[in-house]
């Protein structure tokens, strides 16, 4: 059985409604023909949505597979998800339209279904795009609710004017939705359970109304959780390499760092990392093996694989992800 190496793995496209094709002309994906594709899962372990290997001696074999056959050498001292799955989904989302007004239940509901904390990372932004993210000042239950009834219930969400090199971090509970002209880059736990508030009144893509899951929502929200800021993040720098730390958080950690010049960055061993090129070309080592990374490519190092290097040209941009333990 081949030893473990940084692996990428071929693209899930997902068709939504408020989706759009900026994923193939932003990053080359090939999407498929004449549909708006909303959704990149570029690393998943989810039931019906397993991504397969693209790169070296595993290439054909799913991320199941792998944390069937090699969990610990996968995940090392990371924890797995429910089920033994790999803890993380990892996507990249094109919002030509604005998404639904929702909320993920909290790990205190899981009644209701999965958590689901997520992180994202805006990786391009149309100018005046803007996120729907926590309550505003002042609206209770009682006001939210009576914003549902009357639809106006958009009036209760605090929105923010974003920019490409944003982020916001969301744990369960959190209200949110991501406003049109948005790429994002996203981080999340292992799970897909979304409970919709408002669709604005639009047609699904069956031209019907999507459904909405009202009680779940009102039982989900945090409505303690008042115009919540961007991440702000600490920086640090080391060579030509400058590091922001985005989350710090029991689920997963998530940095973004810039090289200021061509430059060989170490990974620390024995730890389970996703690297997610955002800007320019990155080079993963490891395991015998080279993966060259273009923008919107996401690379899987197991924890095994020791001496493992990044090789950033001058001016790249990337997410180092490491699940929680």
Not at 76 to 94: S, W
Not at 133 to 148: C, D, P, S, Y
Not at 198 to 205: A, C, I, T, V
Request: aromatic share 8%; hydrophobic share 40%.
């Amino acid at each position: 059985m081949p030893p473990l190496y940084p692996m990428v793995f071929h693209p899930i496209f997902k068709e939504r409604v408020w989706g759009g094709r900026t994923l193939e002309t932003l990053y080359g994906k090939r999407l498929p023909p004449g549909v708006p594709i909303g959704e990149s899962w570029e690393i998943s372990d989810r039931p019906g949505d397993e991504s397969a290997v693209a790169n070296g001696p595993l290439a054909g074999r799913t991320l199941r597979w792998v944390m069937e056959q090699h969990s610990a050498d996968l995940l090392g001292d990371a924890a797995p998800a429910a089920g033994g799955r790999f803890p993380l989904l990892c996507k990249i989302l094109d919002a030509r339209d604005k998404l639904s007004l929702q909320v993920h239940p909290p790990a205190h509901a899981q009644q209701l279904g999965e958590p689901k904390t997520e992180m994202w990372y805006i990786a391009a932004a149309d100018p005046g795009a803007a996120l729907y993210v926590g309550l505003k000042r002042g609206v209770t239950r009682e006001t939210f609710e009576q914003g549902i009834r009357t639809g106006c219930v958009a009036d209760c969400f605090h929105r923010i004017e974003v920019h490409t090199g944003d982020a916001m971090f969301l744990p369960s509970g959190r209200v949110h939705a991501i406003g049109a002209g948005l790429v994002i880059f996203e981080i999340q736990q292992n799970s897909d359970t979304t409970f919709r508030v408002y669709d604005w009144d639009r047609p699904g893509l069956d031209g019907k109304p999507r459904d909405l899951h009202v009680r779940e929502s009102l039982q989900s929200i945090d409505f303690a959780d008042v115009e919540p800021s961007l991440v702000a993040g600490d920086t640090s720098r080391t060579g030509n390499f400058t590091t922001r730390a985005l989350v710090r958080d029991a689920l997963f950690n998530v940095s973004l760092v810039r090289a200021t010049a061509k430059e060989v960055l170490p990974l620390p061993p024995r730890g389970v990392r996703v690297v997610a090129v955002i800007e320019r070309h990155v080079v993963v080592n490891g395991g015998g093996i080279g993966t060259a990374l273009t923008p919107g490519q996401f690379c899987l190092v197991p924890a095994a694989v020791e001496g493992v290097t990044l090789t950033a040209q001058a001016g790249s941009r990337f997410l180092v992800v490491e699940p929680g333990r």
